[in-house]
């Protein structure tokens, strides 16, 4: 039998106002830690992110306002309010926001968060690995390839590896026997000027 595919995936495209709003260290961990670890309270996302509940919950309600994370109701009891997030995937063109300088900055701060967050996470990593066993250890790793190509064909290669990528996780079976959570970065940088080896050909 093969395995029962999971609920739609809930996406959004994000906006101005809620790009602004995700620009700061604390939400968008917050964010990522709702979409990680499920509903929570802003109590349980103080302990886990080592921060203090007054943030907490001024930060989540800054989050709800632009729509990001929802309150779930039918959880809470007396004063306790739960949260979850809105979406499971946040999408941008980094396009998207030229005509806004301050929704701009925002981005290019977020896109920074994201590498700072890899770096971090992957020295996390080096400090535990042999922790792990072998198969584990062979799984894991980075690796990077160069090539040529137009614009056109690099968009449609992420299109491609995204979908492979979707079609995993929504495959996935939390359940399988020696199945732990991963993260998969998935990144397309230029080789800048001082780093090419050859012109493109064609090029002077």
């Known amino acids: 039998m093969g395995r ?3 609920g739609a995936v809930r996406r959004v495209r994000i906006d101005q106002r809620q790009v602004r709003a995700l620009a700061h260290p604390l939400r968008t961990r917050l964010l990522g830690a709702l979409r990680v670890k499920g509903p929570a309270t802003a109590t349980d ?3 886990l992110l ?3 509940t007054g943030a907490t919950s001024y930060h989540l309600r ?3 306002e632009v729509g990001l994370v929802v309150e779930e ?4 009891t007396g004063r306790q309010r739960w949260w979850r997030a809105a979406h499971d995937v946040t999408s941008w063109e980094n396009t998207d926001f030229d005509d806004d300088p301050d929704a701009r900055a925002a981005i290019e701060w ?19 690995r042999d922790q792990w066993s072998p198969q584990w250890r062979d799984a894991f790793g980075t690796g990077d390839i160069f090539m040529t ?3 056109a064909r690099l968009e449609a290669l992420k299109a491609e590896l995204w979908q492979v990528l979707e079609r995993y996780r929504a495959e996935a079976d939390p359940k399988e026997p020696d199945a732990e959570q991963v993260q998969i970065f998935l990144t397309a940088l230029p080789l800048l000027l ?3 080896l050859a012109p493109p050909r064609g090029k002077p």
């Open 62 to 64: 800054q989050l709800a």
């Open 110 to 128: 977020i896109q920074a968060e994201q590498i700072r967050h890899f770096v971090e996470h992957a020295e996390r990593w080096f400090a535990v």
């Open 50 to 52: 080592d921060t203090n």
């Open 73 to 76: 109701p039918d959880r809470g």
């Open 4 to 6: 029962v595919e999971r």
């Open 45 to 47: 996302l103080a302990a």
């Open 194 to 196: 001082g780093e090419k």
């Open 149 to 151: 190509v137009p614009a």
